[in-house]
């Protein structure tokens, strides 16, 4: 005969696996916080002596001591914009109708296919097809224009994919409801399902802002590693170092003698940028659930 473990053991184990899961992950979660926090504090405690206005309103030097990132920031920050102007009108239309219209046939799966490829593909494959289709031969050479065209290639299918995932995260209750009282499918779309879906696809697009904002490999092969003599030059057909490129630029090139300076100001100035972000993306949420309720 086989014995039979008492109900009250059987209980007991399974409290002690739970708290015991529930120990692991939050040890886990912890050395994730602890990794991250010396990674950026290890960023922001080298580069701090280099952030002063100075460093920020001054232009840069090719050989001498001394200069600054006031255009670099500048064009990072153009940069990321233009490329988010291209790719979100591209990825919020692609994401709805996947979402929306394009049911779960082959349509679907077509396009998912499409998009994750895009999504794959490795950013220094879509510099080189940058540099061939938008430098050569088109001849709009190292510029703006060609580091924002190729730049919104990369975030065309992360804010596709986000839009996509969030609209399908809307209760069907709410679109019901909405179909009920009489609303079009594009009433509701734009009326019901965007607003609720606000928050993830804000989210994605920060997070697609803040990758755009650190992409190196593209904007290499693309915008250049010089920058326009005046100061703020909207032009798109000049060049347009930003502060990734200036980075990997002073570090390798080796002429400049305070290159570890600039170098670990210009990471720090990074760091900073990019918590900005997300902390704008988290007041951004904050309001739009207020507005929602």
Not at 125 to 150: C, D, E, K, P, Y
């Amino acid at each position: 005969m086989t014995s039979r473990v008492p109900a009250f053991k059987v209980r007991a184990t399974a409290r002690v696996a739970d708290r015991a899961m529930h120990l692991a992950l939050w040890l886990i979660a912890l050395t994730f916080v602890a990794v991250l926090i010396g990674f950026v504090g290890g960023i922001l405690k080298e580069g701090w002596s280099e952030l002063n206005l100075g460093f920020l309103t001054r232009m840069p030097e090719a050989l001498d001591a001394g200069g600054g990132i006031k255009p670099e920031l500048f064009n990072s920050l153009y940069l990321v914009a233009l490329s988010l102007a291209l790719a979100m009108p591209i990825g919020l239309g692609a994401g709805i109708y996947m979402a929306e219209y394009a049911g779960q046939g082959r349509a679907l799966r077509f396009f998912r296919l499409c998009v994750e490829t895009l999504a794959a593909t490795p950013s220094i494959v879509l510099a080189l097809f940058g540099m061939i289709l938008l430098v050569q031969m088109l001849g709009w050479s190292f510029s703006i224009r060609s580091g924002a065209v190729t730049l919104a290639l990369l975030n065309i299918p992360v804010i596709t994919r986000v839009t996509e995932e969030s609209l399908r995260g809307v209760p069907r209750e709410l679109l019901e409801a909405s179909y009920g009282l009489g609303a079009t499918k594009l009433q509701t779309i734009l009326k019901v399902a965007l607003p609720y879906a606000a928050t993830g696809i804000l989210t994605g697009v920060v997070l697609t802002a803040g990758r755009a904002f650190g992409e190196s490999a593209i904007l290499v092969f693309t915008a250049g590693t010089n920058v326009s003599q005046h100061f703020p030059d909207f032009r798109l057909s000049v060049p347009g170092e930003t502060l990734s490129v200036h980075l990997w630029y002073v570090t390798s090139d080796g002429t400049l003698p305070d290159a570890t300076q600039i170098a670990a100001g210009t990471a720090a100035v990074m760091i900073l940028v990019l918590l900005a972000l997300n902390l704008l993306v988290r007041l951004l949420d904050r309001a739009i659930r207020r507005r929602t309720r």
